[in-house]
């Protein structure tokens, strides 16, 4: 990883964004969080309690969160890591919606996850912008 950071170190950011040691510690509090109401999520449809059309976008927005680092320090693509952050925070969106109707504290655990989420969004396409 010391290649992909020593990569990401040379990119043009913006002047507010955040130094690179805080991204650890969030992701670790929004794991949890994930971890805690996704689990319920995935419980819930195995007991049949849930619709598949609910899961569906908690399944779509593990696998873009999981690529993204690929994406992004993998392939050091900064345009296909902007399109999947973007269906990160769509997922979330969706999903939020989603599961309202049956588990509404699922939805408010997912609110430090989505602003954080449009912040890095917001992020990402200016990176991408400016590293064009």
């Given at each position: ?22 991204f ?13 109401s ?10 049949k ?24 320090f ?46 890095a ?8 912008y400016?590293?064009?």
């Amino acid at each position: 990883m010391d290649k992909a950071y020593n990569w990401y170190s040379t990119l043009i950011r913006p002047t507010w964004a955040p130094p690179s040691y805080l991204f650890g510690p969030v992701w670790s509090v929004l794991y949890v969080l994930i971890a805690i109401s996704f689990g319920k999520v995935f419980i819930m449809f195995s007991q049949k309690k849930l619709p598949f059309i609910v899961v569906l976008p908690f399944i779509l927005n593990l696998f873009f969160n999981f690529i993204f680092t690929y994406l992004q320090f993998g392939l050091k693509n900064n345009l296909l890591a902007a399109i999947d952050i973007v269906l990160v925070l769509t997922t979330i969106i969706w999903l939020m919606i989603a599961i309202y109707p049956y588990v509404k504290w699922v939805t408010y655990i997912q609110i430090p996850y989505l602003l954080w989420v449009s912040f890095a969004t917001v992020l990402q396409l200016t990176i991408t912008y400016l590293n064009r």
